[in-house]
């Protein structure tokens, strides 16, 4: 294994890109696409649960690395690694690629080459931000992610779908170009496009205005992505639009891409910035909180809802971002420890609760959010419509999916027992001994997070009575005229069960997965402690 | 061979020139024959001789040897011929699609191409020029015959109204310069680049105070950006640039915004950089102050078009204000990595094949379609779907998307402009960015988002497709391994860096 050990986020990382290829290459028929993308995508999952197993935690830090020269003028290289943050997302990546492309095979029939081209494409771009651990490289693949999410919410959209898919890729462009201009300050500072390297020579440390530009530079970038609030206004509108797929990838992945940013590049290279102006985030982030859950009550739209469910989710990862860089640095650590009279140890110990809570959320968040947004397209491809007021009493008629669809709404509010209640927990238990203020307000948000899921998803579609006369035109997953809801197929059912598995096995023994952020938590908090 | 082997590429296109002008004399096809395109592979050919001599001269001239002088009027350094191989690949691209064209549309084949080289040749001399009556000349001569390119569609109204507009702008323009030029010569008594900026730094001494003779230089130096800035097509020189696209056989439109362009760059990095170093303190604001206006007012005016070709032509506009950025953050001391002279090289580089390729498209759609409009771009994707999917790449590289040639150019000016503090241009390129994405996704969205159409294909005649392809492989090639056109640019900067007093 040692060979392959060597090579392998290599052909993690470009195997995507050849199916991509081979789909135009050799896509001569419909089914054959399908049934090739499928098979083609088993393999980075496979190497990505092979990393899982493979790493080893006791050491710790980035391993698997590979590096190469790409511009030696910039000296820019080729160069990959993983470590305990980004292992468990790039799982989480190929699993909802390979999920999003199954159930997609069911119900694409248009276009399918070009569908299921950009759904390779845009997994190659997702793995390439989690591995890359250079400026330059990951730059290029932050944005070329946008290009086949774009196309996706363009071609196969909703009614509205040209003015959201150039809405999200602006929005975006913006925030990617202000990040462009912190890793060029960035570069000048410290001579290297190497992420690791230039966090270890602390650029602009001791200059704090143009640290905080720099930093602010980033989170523009970041914060559009994830997104946080106010930049989140592109999201509803990208998720309503898009074909359920691309949902899933958009909010199962694509938004963890910013929070991940802020962990890999912010915190590490901008210590002293981040303890400035971690009220700000952690303000953010619950203000996103309790915004996203008040908007989530009021829509009318099921997908709209949990779009806007989505900001109020990452408002969670925001929040324990925040938190723990608040009390980073060996000064910040100082401060609180006269501020709160607590232990150096206790609240340490507290910081890295808060960001293992905010990568669990972000994992759970793929996972939950995933289902979700899988089950909204379930039920559209039936009722074609969102509309929740033509809903209602659905439970009799399509028990399987109501099952699954109480499973994942609970997991979302956070019930013990199913993957969201850990990562509440932590996080609100790490923020709560740092900013203690800004986390209570947070709590509101989990409040109203149980009416929307409570009141709007499970009674207002689920429970009454069914009546026939709110919804009138029916079909079958295939489009064929029925009489009625009808109940969940095989493939739907293949694709949801992985997912509502893995929020069971989280919620009831989420070690194995903590441990992994763990490690890369506590790295992060040694790594700054150890800076003079 | 000396000093006339210096000029070979000069040579070879003058050459040719005549030579195609004597068999007109001799032969005319008529309009629309196929022996009519005879023509326009021979002046392929000229120029690919041209390319050819200018590579040769890429590589023979060592870097460190500094550059060599012919007939004491031209440099042959890096930096020319770099700027050279840039022009030619333009106008060989041009040439190749653009033949059948032009062949439809007049007979006068001989004609044309005739002044397709001399127009080449003018640009060439510009590139190398480092006297300021050999750079007037340069600038008159690719005028005069662009002029007359640009209105060569003699029953086209459209075609006369493009000549006849560029004229009248551009007469004024050179004229304005003539002026300028008069003025240096005036105050340093000379026109050699380098005697000038010697005079001047003499005169300046180690003070910033401007006294004496020296006063002439900034109008002087105003004046002469006004001429170069016409050509360039920076704001506020730029009315006639649209327009002049607009209605311009497609061929002439496609290297006025390209090759044109880099060859009035080539001069104003020449005429800066060299002959007013001692001035940097004045121009570098002067400039910036063009840049930002140039690329705003640029993709404001494009973000209201409805003619793609009307689109492109203003988004031309506005992407001079990017390469002059570069110019802006030019580093004459110490010069680094990401120095702004190899940001306006690489920029131009990577612009030249992303919008020749652009406007290659839209000169397919009016062959096939005989449109320009937006509307004619419905569901491309299902008409002719490589060309859908080419015209993406190009309108992604404009936008500056990685993978692409302009992201590293992007990349390289907004780098330079960070590396001299220069926060605010940056911060203002990048709202331009964010604008300009608008209008060219406008475009990708009527391609993509809809199947109308399915069923008809456009037949994209063989040799555009061709030259389509070059395009699109080369802007690829720059976005994903960037690495030997840098080692080009850095060479090409280092040399006229290092010629700077």
Known sequence: MESLDSVILTILLFWPLVSALLVILLGRSDSLIKKGSIWASLLPLGLSIYLLFAYDSDSGGMQFEQFAQWIPQLNAGYHLGVDGLSLPLIFLTTLLSTLSLYYSAGVINERVKEYFFLMHLLEFSMIGVFLALDYVLFYVFWEISLVPMYFLIGIWGGENRGYAATKFFIYTLVGSVAMLLAILGVYFATGTFDIVEAAAAQPFAGNLTLASLAFWGFFLGFAFKVPSFPFHTWLPDAHTEAPTAGSVILAGVLLKLGAYGMLRIMLPSFPEASVYWATWIVGLGAIAIVYGAFVCVAQTDLKRLIAYSSVSHMGYVMLGIGAAAAVMTPDALAGAVNRFGLSAQAIQDSAAMALNGAALQMFNHGIITGALFFLVGIIYERAHTRDLSRFGGLATKTPHFYGLMLTAAFASLGLPGLAGFWAELFTFRGAFAIMPYWAAFGTIGIVITAVYILYRIIQNVFLGEYDPSKLSHWTTVKGEHADGPTDMVGFEKVTMWPLIAAMFLIGIYPTPLVSYFNQSARELLAFVQSLV | MGDLGYIAPELILLIGGLFIFCLDLAYDPGVGKKSGLSYMALSALFLTAALVAAVLQLNISDPEAGPKVAYSMMTIDNFGSFIKV?????????????????????????????????????????????????????????????????????????????????????????????????????????????????????????????????????????????????????????????????????????????????????????????????????????????????????????????????????SSVAQAGYILMGLVAVTSSSPSAMDGLNGVLLYLFAYLFTNVGAFLVVMALEETVDSTHISAYRGLIMRAPWLAVMFTVFLLSLTGIPLTGGFFGKFYVFGAAIQRQYFWLAGIGMINAGIAAFYYLRVVREMFFTSEGEGETLEVPMALQTSLLICTVVTVWIGVYPSAVLDWVSNASVQLLSVVP
């Open chain 2, 86 to 314: 840039t022009i030619f690949s333009g106008m060989i691209l041009t040439t190749i699609a653009g033949g059948r064209y032009m062949n439809r549309r007049s007979g006068n084949q001989g004609e044309f191409w005739t002044f397709f080289l001399m127009v080449s040749l003018a640009m060439s001399i510009a590139a190398s020029a480092n006297n300021l009556v050999l750079i007037y000349l340069a600038i008159e001569f690719l005028s005069i015959t662009s002029y007359m390119l640009a209105g060569f569609l003699r029953e086209n109204r459209r075609s006369n109204e493009a000549g006849l507009k560029y004229f009248l702008y551009g007469s004024i323009a050179s004229a304005v310069m003539l002026y300028g030029i008069s003025l240096l010569y005036g105050a340093t008594g000379s026109l050699y680049l380098h005697d000038i900026a010697a005079s001047f730094s003499e005169i300046l001494g180690d003070s910033t105070e401007v006294s004496g003779l020296a006063f002439a230089a900034l109008p002087a130096m105003l004046l002469i950006l006004a001429g170069l800035g016409f050509k360039a097509s920076l704001a506020p020189f730029y009315q006639w640039a649209p327009d002049t696209y607009d209605g311009s056989p497609t061929p002439v439109a496609t290297y006025l915004s390209t090759a044109s362009k880099a060859a009035a760059f080539a001069v104003l990095a020449r005429f800066f950089i060299v002959a007013m170093a001692s001035f940097e303190f004045n121009w570098v604001p002067v400039l910036a102050a063009f840049s930002i206006i140039t690329m705003t007012m640029g993709n404001l005016a494009a973000l209201r078009q409805s003619s793609v070709k009307r689109m492109i032509a203003y």
